[in-house]
């Protein structure tokens, strides 16, 4: 079965825009995990659905905001944007056993 | 306030020897933890898990080791070969009433010398 679709891939924003990242995860799976990539942080911990509804949040601003559609599709946005949110976002989903599928990421370059 | 912490952020080995890969954790409350392996351009996948309640967990190649008493968990990795060469993530997972929540660590890239 398909894997955990990210998009877009890429992209590149100026500093005070708006970002919005999409993810589709695996069929069947209804939690989805966004997390933060950065070189020396390693996996940062954004927020994680279930259901349309947001379990968990990690200790970013209120900048950032995610989403979880019936179809268990997530987005997540960033808003006035700044140099430092430029990371690469993956999107992980699972089914219940906790074992994270991530999808390949979207890589943020704020300018 | 890092709870998943992997101080070497590298380690180069050669092909043939034994990769060690260290993890600390500071949290006695998570159940499980767990290793990925990442590959640029790609996301990280999953590679092997050990239960909190377990020393050791052995899959192939792949043996990850628990020391509760210490904190520690290492990822041993026996031949290791150029194809291991990643970044490998150290994870734990505390399971709560209506969900978990999985916490990384910084990760360590691996580098196998052929």
């Known amino acids: 079965k398909a894997g955990v679709t990210q998009t877009p891939r890429y992209l590149i924003k100026t500093r005070g825009q708006q970002v919005t990242l999409s993810c589709s995860p695996i069929?069947?799976?209804?939690?989805v995990s966004w997390y933060q990539q950065t070189p020396g942080q390693g996996l940062q911990f954004l927020f994680e659905?279930?259901?349309?509804?947001?379990?968990n949040k990690g200790n970013f601003p209120g900048r950032f905001s995610g989403r979880q559609f019936s179809n268990s599709r997530s987005e997540m946005n960033v808003s006035t944007l700044e140099l430092g949110d430029s990371a690469l976002y993956l999107c992980?989903?699972?089914?219940?056993?906790?074992?994270?599928?991530f999808g390949e990421g979207s890589r943020l370059t704020v300018l | 306030d890092q709870q998943v912490k992997q101080n070497s952020p590298s380690l180069s080995v050669q092909e043939g020897r034994i990769s060690i890969l260290n993890c600390d954790y500071t949290?006695?409350?998570?159940?499980?933890f767990l290793w990925y392996k990442k590959y640029p351009a790609e996301g990280p996948t999953f590679l092997i898990s050990?239960?909190?309640?377990?020393d050791k967990n052995e899959d192939g190649r792949f043996t990850v080791f628990l020391n509760k008493s210490a904190k520690h968990l290492s990822l041993h990795i026996v031949p290791s070969q150029p194809g291991d060469s990643a970044v490998y993530f150290c994870?734990?997972?505390?399971?709560?009433?209506?969900?978990?929540?999985?916490?990384f660590g910084a990760g360590t890239r691996l580098f196998v010398k052929a």
């Open positions: 992980a989903s699972t089914y219940s056993t906790g074992e994270l599928f």
């Open positions: 069929s069947g799976h209804r939690s």
């Open positions: 659905y279930f259901s349309e509804t947001q379990r």
């Open positions: 949290n006695s409350m998570f159940d499980y």
């Open positions: 050990i239960s909190s309640i377990k």
């Open positions: 994870a734990a997972l505390r399971s709560f009433t209506g969900g978990f929540k999985t916490i």
